[in-house]
C-alpha cells in the first residue's frame, strides 16, 4: 500500500483536492485493483469497522459499489433503503444518521436528491465529536466524488497501468457531452480534469449548458471551453465522456425531443472521425441506448471503457474507505 500523508476526514466534494490527494488516491486504487485480480479478493484492512451505506434515492452500481468495496475491506455493512425505514413515520434525516451512529457506525457513505445532505450529516457528526466518516455518494445537483475519481482512475491507468497520476492528463483533450446542467457526474470531472492541466470541453444544447460553467475553469491548472455545438468540443479529442439526459430532474421541456438530441449530440461512430484515431469514450450510467450514445459503439471494447469504469470503481471506493476508515483521529 502506497504511503500516504492523508488526513481528509471526509470526502464530500472534489473542488478542493489537492494533487497529491488525487495521485494518493490513484495509486491506493491501483493497489487494490491488484488485490481485486487475485483468487482471494479480500483484505482485513477494515475488520471491525461498520459501513452504513445510506441512500436516500435508488442507485445500483453505485450502491452495489461501495457494498462490495467494503466487504472487500473485511467491513461489517448495513444498507438503508428510505422505503421501507422510519422516514416514512416522520422520522429526519439526521436522526435517521444518528440511529446508524449508535449502531456503532464509523463510516457513512450517503446519496441524496437534495444538495448538501451529506455535508450537513458530517456537520453533525463533527458537532457530536465522533469519529465518524462521511463519503457523499451524490447530492443532488452538487456532485458525485467517487465517480469523478473513478472516471479519472480508469483514464489514468490507461495511460499508464502501473503508476496512474495526474500529471498523465496533462495537455490531453476530453469532452464531456450532454445534461452537463442535471449532471453531479459533470461538475465533479470538471474539478478533478481541471486540476490535472487538460484542456477539457463542455458541449450540449444552450438549455442543457448554461454559460456560468465557464466560472468552473477559472484559476485551474487546465483550460475549460463551453460549446453548444458537438463538433469543435470533439475535434482531435482523447476521450469523450457522455451523460444520460437525466428526465427526472427536468422541471421544464428542454428538449425538441429525443431523436433531435441524438441526432445533434448522441455520440456515433461517424461523430468519433472528428477525435484523435484511439479515442475512448465514456458513460457514468444509467445509459439510455441510441439517445447518448448508439448502442453498438457503447459495446465496442475498442472505444468504450464502460464496463472498465464499473471495474475501476471498486477498487477506487475501496481506496476512499481505506483512507478515510484508517485515518481517522
Known sequence: MPTTDWTRHHVLSLADFTSAEYDTVLQTAASFQEVLSRRTKK??????????????????????????????LSADTLNFASASSSMTKGETILDTAKTYLAMGTDIMVIRHKEAGVPN???????????????????????????????DLFTICTLLDSDSPRLELLKDKKIAIVGDILHSRVARSNIWSITASGAE????????????????????????????????????????VMTLRLQKERMTTHLLPS???????????????????????????????????????????????????????????RMALLYLIGTTRG
Open 43 to 72: 483484505v482485513p484492512t477494515l475488520q471491525g469497522h461498520v459501513v452504513a451505506n445510506l441512500f436516500f434515492e435508488p442507485s445500483t452500481r453505485t450502491r452495489s459499489s461501495f457494498e462490495l468495496a467494503a466487504k472487500r
Open 120 to 150: 450537513a450529516i458530517a456537520q453533525e457528526m463533527d458537532r457530536l465529536g465522533v469519529k465518524v466518516s462521511v463519503l457523499n455518494a451524490g447530492d443532488g445537483q452538487h456532485e458525485h466524488p467517487s465517480q469523478g475519481l473513478l
Open 200 to 239: 477539457l470541453h463542455l458541449a450540449a444544447p444552450p438549455t442543457l449548458l448554461p454559460k456560468f460553467f465557464a466560472d468552473f475553469g477559472k484559476d485551474r491548472a487546465g483550460k475549460l471551453f463551453v460549446h453548444w455545438q458537438l463538433e469543435p468540443a470533439l475535434k482531435d479529442a482523447d476521450f
Open 258 to 316: 429525443l431523436r433531435e438530441y441524438h441526432q445533434m449530440f448522441g455520440i456515433t461512430r461517424s461523430k468519433l472521425q472528428l477525435c484523435k484515431p484511439n479515442v475512448k469514450v465514456l458513460h457514468p450510467g444509467p445509459v439510455n441506448r441510441g439517445v447518448e450514445i448508439s448502442s453498438d459503439l457503447m459495446d465496442d471494447p475498442e472505444f468504450s471503457l464502460i464496463q472498465t469504469q464499473v471495474t475501476s470503481g471498486v477498487a477506487v
